[in-house]
């Protein structure tokens, strides 16, 4: 004998409105799903440190106006310890760290494809946890015969390339080649002069310097220098977030200047990252208002039914037993829009991954997606059952 309440269940319920619900939440979790698919596959473009979203970092300097350091003082230009300390008591600044220069002379010189070379160089040296790159044995032990490591920007490389060695006959080369070519460093000041090897290890996209390792430039300074160390003229700052609008209006209340373009960089995360959550709250809301269609349905339902329900609560049937009938469709429903929802968020993975894949993205994978999809939808679920509950519940008193 078939179940009198999945009789008067299938008699009574609205086709309509469960079709309502069901499309309603439809349209909100596929657009959660694909706009966090989306922010998951843009954030891979460049993957790792290039990420345009990954952890922001912003190298600033003060500005230089006028003639104020014609003189050689860098005094007008250096970063007093306050100024320090009040950059790092912002609510944006994650960490903050300064640059320190060589004090002394330094020259380089090597021998490529049967030319010598020589110049004067800068050496700079930042905390290791600021880097984008740490090759492999990077650090210096005073007194070693190990060459010096040094890590220089990629612009120096392309401006070798496209620029030097292309006017005065010089072949080009590649990172790898250049990592072979030995180096050596001359250091003088103090009355002392000496030459060190060094080999150039690394190129990173972050830095725009000549980068070697904290302990090597100590000791350097300590031995060539005959200043006492200087205060930083440059900064390195982890941002909290982003490309941070408040970062951005600090730097220029104090005159202060971001290297590069990563200040636009930082605005293209930030907007991105606004519209992604503004388009995921309009997915929500429209979750949300599908969940409230689905309950009122349910309670005009129990309404319309309420003297039925009470002739079967007089037969024996306990309030769980109705509330397993909704269950079992209301999960029956919330299981198709889930599939129906990762399917369309999939589908758009797809769509514009080849897009992606050409401005240098690594296909991000879509299971973090599915797992949030499943996640909500059991969430989602589970509260149409409490407030399934409840009103059958109250139906039956």
């Not at 954030?43 to 500005?63: A, N, P, Q, V, W």
């Not at 949300?288 to 079967?312: D, E, G, V």
């Amino acid at each position: 004998m078939k179940n009198p309440l999945n009789r008067l269940l299938r008699r009574n319920v609205s086709a309509g409105q469960l079709v309502g619900y069901a499309l309603a939440n439809l349209v909100g979790l596929a657009i959660v799903l694909t706009a966090m698919q989306f922010y998951r596959d843009v954030s891979c473009i460049t993957s790792g440190e290039d990420s345009f979203i990954s952890r922001d970092y912003l190298i600033i300097s003060k500005k230089v106006e006028g003639l104020g350091s014609l003189g050689g003082s860098t005094a007008a230009t250096d970063f007093t310890a306050a100024e320090i300390a009040d950059i790092k008591a912002q609510p944006w600044t994650r960490r903050v760290a300064g640059f320190t220069a060589a004090g002394f002379n330094v020259a380089a010189s090597l021998d490529f494809a049967g030319r010598g070379l020589s110049t004067s160089l800068f050496l700079e040296s930042i905390p290791t946890d600021y880097f984008d790159v740490v090759p492999p044995g990077w650090g210096y032990t005073p007194g070693s015969s190990e060459p010096v490591p040094v890590v220089i920007s990629k612009d120096y490389l392309t401006l070798y390339n496209f620029g030097y060695a292309s006017t005065h006959g010089m072949p080009r080369i590649s990172e790898a080649m250049v990592s072979m070519v030995p180096l050596r460093l001359s250091l003088s000041g103090n009355g002392r002069q000496e030459w060190v090897n060094a080999r150039i290890v690394g190129f990173s996209q972050r830095l725009n310097t000549i980068a070697v390792p904290e302990e090597f430039l100590s000791w350097a300074n300590a031995r060539f220098s005959e200043e006492p160390p200087a205060a930083p003229s440059r900064l390195i700052i982890e941002l909290n977030r982003a490309g941070d609008p408040t970062a951005t209006a600090y730097l220029d209340d104090h005159s202060y200047e971001a290297a590069g373009d990563k200040a636009d960089n930082g605005r293209a995360a930030f907007f991105l990252g606004v519209v992604t959550t503004v388009v995921v709250a309009v997915g929500a809301v429209i979750s949300a208002l599908a969940f409230f269609i689905l309950l009122l349905s349910i309670y005009l339902l129990l309404q319309k039914n309420r003297q039925k329900l009470h002739r079967l609560m007089e037969l024996g049937y306990t309030p769980a037993q109705v509330a397993r009938s909704y269950y079992i469709m209301v999960a029956a429903v919330n299981l198709a829009v889930v599939v129906a929802a990762l399917a369309i968020a999939v589908a758009a993975h797809l769509a514009w991954r080849p897009d992606l894949e050409s401005l240098g993205a690594d296909s991000a994978s879509v299971w973090p997606t599915v797992a949030v999809g499943f996640a909500a939808m059991m969430a989602i679920t589970l509260l149409n059952m409490l407030a399934i509950r409840r009103r059958v519940v109250a139906s039956f008193r």
